[in-house]
């Protein structure tokens, strides 16, 4: 649905050079969320701006629905007619809302329809149904300063789908929210994403966001994404940052002469009774430092993280024992092995 | 006595008030023309922001009276005269379109970058930016900025006044100054007083009004005006 190749953004300012995105390929399947995650200056707000051309990339191309929007965009600065209908198409929500103060709740949804040039009749009754949709019907009467911020945001969103569009791109729209507020917030779009089969883009900066509606994610450093993928497909990768930081456990090794182990369970494996059968069999205690249960992206997931006497060196037997048991076994301290290349 | 004053009164407010009405019309497209060309701005074009702002920098810093002898020739190829109101019009208005479009590209600036960026992921143009966004949403200021203006107006068309305008200041100077009726000067003065505080009053309650509308709280508009502009226009990261 939105596939971007070798984007690329370069910001020039007073001699000095700023690449913010360097050479990005993302591919986001129709109607899937897809999280791209990072820290501040990461570039992923650059990233959601190019895809809607906001900021013109220096290079690459974005294709949104089969539109290569990079050849609407002409040259000048300006955007022209054809671009500016292909956003028409796309959602927009923003970490500070970005609603029209002096404006109604109603008004503000009716905003795109507006420049879409729909009759009066016709916006009022698509501005109702759309607040209805997102639980405010009630309030459309109302000024954004008289709502609280997931109100705001849900007015955001709402105002996003005006122009029936198949994708909405998410700027940290749960950035300025409390964590209740951002759980409302995220389970709206998850239903969204469900009922009108909206692809959605969203970029953050929490876990808990990716955690909580993903199908697919990104981990984005210095202008690049380093992972990418299904989150199930990230968490049956070795040594991947994002499964680990999906999924932390924690726990030190208690001496020099111990090897700490993270074991993944899904699916199949984790009815197995594995940890008391690697005992017995290899006759060797083992200790567990943490482990945790969690649902990510819709699926059950167990991690622990285990330790065994002895160097790595000693313990290759157990762990190809696990190995063999389905597990995913990553051998703190030990270099994974085609971790990166599994991960793309 | 009372005749002259009621006349004079008339007069002012028949000067300031055509060339607050052209003001406002030559300074809103000026004022916002000076946002869009700068800078990060959706029309960017440095030379032309450059050039329109060494213009309104001029035009601005020229002394009232300076620019009213300047324009003598031109106000009389326009009005026919260089005596009277309507001649007075002409100078007024040139000298208050950069006042009011620096006060307006004030206001305009302060209208957060994120609206116009959410209008533009619409799929709106740099047109519907202006009047859906940065026009009804600095309205509260456009309004002070508008009673400033005219409060500038009639304290420069009192100095009109000394060269032939007519109005309140063309009483003071003839009868106050030159023949020393102390009382009318006073009474001129008091009008004077009375006149700028009701229109004042009026702006504010208007701009108030609306931001109320908006719900939101905070300083009165007018103060925020004279607060230098913070609004960056950088690029993000």
Redesign the interface.
């Known amino acids: 649905m939105i596939t971007t190749t070798g984007l690329t953004k370069v ?1 020039r ?1 007073r001699g000095r050079e ?1 690449t ?1 995105l360097d050479g990005v390929d993302l591919h986001v399947r129709e109607g899937e969320v897809y999280g791209v995650i990072g820290q501040s ?1 990461a ?1 992923k ?2 990233l959601i701006r190019c895809v ?1 051309l ?1 900021e013109r990339p220096t290079a690459g191309t974005v294709t949104v629905d089969g539109r290569d929007l990079t050849a609407l965009a002409g040259r000048g ?3 022209g007619k054809e671009l ?5 198409r ?1 959602g ?1 929500v ?1 970490q ?1 809302f ?1 609603l ?4 109604t709740v109603q008004d503000n949804v009716e ?2 329809l ?3 040039g729909t009759s009066g009749k016709e916006r009022s009754r698509k501005a109702l149904e759309l607040l209805d949709l997102v639980g405010l019907a009630d309030k459309a009467k109302a ?4 709502l609280s911020g997931g109100q705001k945001q849900r007015v955001g969103i709402a ?1 996003a789908l ?2 029936d569009p198949k994708v909405l ?1 998410s700027d940290e729209a749960t950035s300025a929210l409390d964590p209740e507020t951002t759980r409302s917030i995220l389970q709206l779009l998850r239903d969204l994403n469900r009922q009108l089969g909206l692809t959605v883009l969203l970029i953050t900066h929490e876990m808990d966001v990716v955690k909580t509606i993903c199908d697919s994610a990104a981990l984005m450093e210095q202008g690049r994404i380093v992972e990418s993928g299904t989150v199930s497909e990230l968490l049956a990768t070795p040594g991947s940052e994002l499964a680990a930081a999906l999924f932390p456990v924690g726990g030190e090794a208690s001496g020099d002469d111990r090897t700490v182990l993270d074991v993944t369970f899904h699916g199949e494996a984790a009815t197995q009774p594995v940890i008391s059968q690697l005992s017995r069999t290899y006759n060797i205690d083992i200790s567990i430092l943490g482990a945790a249960i969690d649902t990510v992206g819709g699926l059950q997931i167990g991690r622990m993280r285990i330790e065994l006497p002895g160097r790595y060196e000693d313990n290759v037997v157990p762990i190809g024992f696990l190995r063999e048991q389905g597990l995913q076994i990553d051998v703190l301290g030990q270099e994974p092995v085609l971790a990166k290349e599994g991960a793309k | 006595m009372q005749p002259l004053l009621s006349q004079a009164c008339w007069d002012t407010l028949y000067m300031v008030g055509w060339s607050t009405v052209i003001a406002v019309v030559g300074g809103l497209p000026l004022g916002i023309l000076l946002v869009l060309t700068d800078r990060g701005g ?3 074009n440095v030379l032309a922001n450059k050039v329109i702002g060494q213009i309104v920098n001029v035009a601005r810093s020229m002394p009232f009276i300076i620019l009213m002898v300047a324009l003598m020739n031109f106000t009389r190829w326009i009005t026919g005269t260089t005596i009277g109101r309507e001649a007075a019009i002409v100078p007024l208005a040139i000298g208050a379109i950069p006042f009011f479009a620096r006060l307006v590209e004030t206001a305009v600036r302060e209208v ?1 970058g ?2 116009v ?10 047109w ?1 930016v202006v009047r ?2 940065l026009v ?2 600095s ?1 509260p200021s456009l309004i002070a900025s508008t009673t400033t203006t005219i409060v500038a107006l009639i304290g420069y068309s009192a100095m009109a006044g000394t060269v032939g305008a007519g109005g309140l200041g063309d009483i003071a100077i003839r009868y106050g100054y030159q023949r020393f009726e102390t009382e009318l000067m006073w009474i001129t003065v008091a009008i004077l007083a009375v006149v700028i505080s009701v229109i004042q009053f009026a702006g504010d309650y208007a701009a108030r009004s ?1 931001h109320r ?4 709280s905070g300083p009165a508009p007018r103060l925020r005006l004279l607060k230098a502009s913070t609004a960056t226009t ?4």
Request: net charge positive.
């Open positions: 910001y300012s700023v913010a200056g570039g707000s650059s809607n906001l600065s300006r955007a500016r209908q292909a956003r028409s796309i927009m923003f500070h970005n029209l103060s002096t404006r905003l795109p507006e420049i879409l000024y954004p300063a008289q105002r005006a122009g791109l | 959706l029309l960017q957060d994120g609206l960026e959410a209008v533009q992921s619409m799929g709106g143009n740099t519907t859906k966004v009804p949403e309205l609306l509308r908006g719900g939101r950088g690029e993000t990261v």
